[in-house]
């Protein structure tokens, strides 16, 4: 073998004493995950406070050790916020780069931290703690994202819009309707995100490699030190399990599908055929070569880059579909998937926000498009079943009634004669004509959870008082 070297970084590794050779520096650089876990650094300093603190009131290190321990890892972490200390690429991870530095720094003391505890269960609470604050950040995202969206509804609440079905017009809706639905859906990610937090309060520290230990540790301190609820119930379980990632992955994908829906309609509604929106120039992008162009690049990207986070759950779930009980090394490949959907989609709560909140809405041509598409032949379908009529045959009237219409080339059952109507069925009287108009026709569909203004008033209202 060639170029064989010596251990490649400045940090000793933690586990020289077993090995008498030391991996190449390729080698040893593929097995390191530094590069993407150094973002854990704070929580791996506070996992170890915590710990240090509670060796020492279990006597398990001397109480001056445990103060020389946590003064320094404060220190650690002051100088790491003022960027005063780097953190050594080529170190293996973040829990050897923390370990190594104490050690440089307090000799013995250092070498001390690590009794009770493995990389394994220290890498499980680093994560938590990791996904608890990452949880909450995202979660206040969303709230603000419902707030943009819910005062935009509420300037829109008789705003006329086609309600679409099969991307074809089917009733008449209004747009705070449409932007309440998206509400309950953003809604509905905050309260899974909470579910989330909810299960994943326990702590892993004190399962060690994934036995316990023969040492006197006190779990439920620690756990109380960190801010969890409990210690986790079952030490194995605790290093072998990622269901928190899994969660965490999973209700950030459900979010960004419901991102990438909302950028559909944006996108369809940005183009000239639908007219409904107008995005504001900046939040627009031009074409290299067309210079009439104006391109609703942000919802497309969003949209895009739900796939991304789609994928970053595939990954997690193939990660931990075949692994063997406990602690596999391939376990470290599951901070990059998840830290880039929670990434990702912190970013794009913003950019849809920004996006939304600058646009202007179209009122004339959304009222429009509720001409023309027979988007009131239900309601004359329910006017025949409140005359009586069973609701099949009032099906099949009204759509005769359209044929009628499409045959004589008019545009709306508005337009038929009432001997015309009569002709169909006699229950038809005069009454009918104001029904059939798209604001009338929106305001009767007032029963819980419909369009009528007063009703959508009622559900900004709902969505709202979730928010606090
Ligand atoms: N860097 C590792 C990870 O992210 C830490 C745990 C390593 N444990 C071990 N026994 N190799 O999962």
């Known amino acids: 073998m060639t170029n064989k070297v010596d251990t490649p970084h400045r940090v000793p590794v933690l586990w020289g004493g077993r090995l008498a050779e030391r991996p190449e520096a390729e080698a040893f650089a593929f097995q390191a995950s530094i590069r993407v876990d150094s973002r854990l650094a704070m929580e791996d300093i506070e996992g170890s406070r915590a710990h240090a603190a509670m060796l020492a009131r279990q006597g398990v290190i001397p109480p001056e050790t445990a103060a020389a321990l946590e003064e320094e890892l ?3 972490g002051e100088e790491l916020a003022a960027g005063t200390l780097a953190i050594d690429p080529e170190a293996e991870d973040i829990h050897s780069f923390i370990e190594g530095l104490l050690t440089e720094r307090l000799g013995d003391s250092g070498r001390m931290i690590h009794a ?3 990389r394994n269960d220290q890498v499980a609470v680093d994560l938590r703690l990791y996904i608890k604050r990452a949880i909450s950040l995202v979660r206040e995202e969303l709230a603000e994202t419902l707030g943009t969206l819910l005062d935009t509804a509420e300037a829109h609440l008789d705003t ?5 079905t099969h991307l074809q017009r089917a009733q008449p809706v209004t ?12 809604s509905r990610d905050r309260d899974r995100l909470w579910d989330t937090l ?11 490699a994934l036995a316990g230990s023969t040492l006197p540790l006190d779990r439920d301190r620690t756990a109380r030190a960190l801010g969890f609820k409990r210690p986790t119930v079952n030490a194995m379980d605790s290093v072998a399990d990622r269901d928190f990632a899994l969660e965490c992955a999973g209700a950030l994908s459900i979010l960004m599908v419901h991102l990438s829906r909302f950028c559909e309609d944006i ?21 290299s070569i067309m210079p009439q162009k104006k391109n609703p690049d942000f919802a497309e990207l969003i949209r895009g880059k739900a796939g991304r986070t789609a994928g970053n759950l595939v990954t997690l ?10 602690y596999n090394k391939d376990l470290q490949e599951d901070k990059e998937a998840l830290f880039d959907s929670i990434d990702t989609a912190r970013t794009c709560l913003r950019m849809f926000r920004g996006m939304v909140s600058s646009a202007a809405f179209n009122r004339e041509r959304m009222k429009a498009a509720c001409a023309g598409g027979f988007l009131e032949a239900t309601d004359a379908a329910e006017y025949l079943v409140r005359k009586g009529m069973p609701f099949r045959r009032a099906h099949e009237t009204a759509a005769l009634i359209v044929r009628d219409c499409i045959a004589a ?12 109507l009569q002709g169909r069925s006699e229950l038809f009287a005069e009454d009918l004509y104001p029904l059939l108009d798209p604001a009338v026709s929106v305001r009767r569909r007032d029963l819980p959870g419909g369009p009528a203004p007063e009703e959508v008033k009622r559900q900004i209202e709902k969505l709202r008082k979730l928010l606090c």
């Open 160 to 164: 006329i819009m086609p309600g679409y």
């Open 74 to 76: 404060r220190r650690i």
């Open 409 to 420: 080339g008019q545009a709306s059952i508005r337009e038929r004669t009432l001997e015309e």
């Open 267 to 287: 996108s369809l509604w940005a183009g000239e055929e639908f007219g409904f929106i107008r995005l504001a120039e900046s939040w627009s992008t031009g074409s």
């Open 116 to 118: 009770g505890r493995s």
């Open 198 to 208: 909810e299960r994943l309060d326990e702590c892993p520290l004190g399962a060690c």
């Open 317 to 326: 779930l193939t990660l931990l579909k075949g692994l063997p009980y406990a």
């Open 175 to 186: 747009l705070a309707y449409h932007l309440s639905a998206w509400a309950c859906a953003l």
